[in-house]
């Protein structure tokens, strides 16, 4: 069996498991770079700080392996949630330290060779998403996919309502790590028509303090659910993402 016969592991084309060599090697075989964007924010008393950036890790290793595409550490802090600062624990950046945080990290990589970033995010703070937006350098492109603004319609009710620690990301998280889900913290706290309202409207979430952080039905949530939705997901970035010219992928050389 050769290697090209093994299945492709992560950590094969993970940047800071590899000597500069190995990087360089890869870029020059398909320059671009994925990167996890992630927050430190409060998700109810039953979900870890770290949800957001759980989830867009797993998505953006998956993507590397599948489409054998270098991948960057993931990013741990993002613009929160307003009201979440609150909660203890959460810390997050204001979005034009988060703009200017990643714009320094494109600057370098791009210094090496990629000429596409590829951002994933799972956040429903819009300056978080405005900051990833603007993050630009002077010839690679940026490409923001935020895994929230994907069809889910095939996983959860098609109306409109905002969710925070609710039945998405509690299902993700039971399928991906139920060691982190205390089950018996879940509590529901569906929102308010007015808020319903606002959030169609266009209005950013605010999770109430008298909720412990939560909008939604977690306990709706089940592990098959959020392994549906994580697999409909890399579905769904996959093709977005146009395939490398460089022909069938496989790990750089060490």
Request: charged share 20%; net charge negative.
């Amino acid at each position: 069996m050769t290697e090209h016969d093994t299945p492709l592991d992560a950590d094969e084309f993970a940047i800071d498991r590899l000597p500069w060599p190995a990087v360089r090697r890869g870029l020059a075989r398909d320059p671009r770079l994925l990167l996890a964007v992630g927050s430190l924010e409060q998700h109810g008393p039953h979900l870890p700080l770290a949800t957001g950036t759980l989830i867009a890790e797993h998505v953006v290793r998956e993507l590397s392996a599948r489409l054998g595409v270098l991948h960057a550490p993931a990013f741990d802090y993002g613009v929160n949630l307003r009201g979440s600062h609150r909660f203890p624990g959460t810390a997050g950046l204001r979005r034009k330290t988060l703009h200017r945080a990643v714009n320094e990290l494109f600057s370098s990589w791009e210094d090496h060779g990629v000429t596409e970033f590829v951002v994933v995010t799972a956040s429903r703070s819009e300056p978080h998403i405005d900051a990833l937006l603007m993050a630009l350098t002077s010839d690679a492109r940026t490409t923001v996919i935020d895994l929230f603004s994907l069809d889910l319609s095939r996983h959860s009710p098609a109306d409109p309502q905002p969710q925070h620690a609710g039945e998405i990301e509690t299902s993700i998280m039971l399928h991906l790590r139920p060691d982190l889900v205390r089950t018996e913290a879940v509590h529901d706290a569906p929102p308010a028509e007015r808020a319903v309202r606002r959030y169609v409207g266009g209005r950013p979430l605010t999770p109430p303090e008298a909720s412990g952080g939560v909008i939604g039905h977690p306990s709706r949530a089940s592990a098959a659910r959020g392994a549906a939705i994580l697999d409909s997901w890399l579905d769904d970035v996959a093709t977005l993402l146009e395939p490398s010219p460089s022909g069938p992928p496989g790990p750089p050389t060490v």
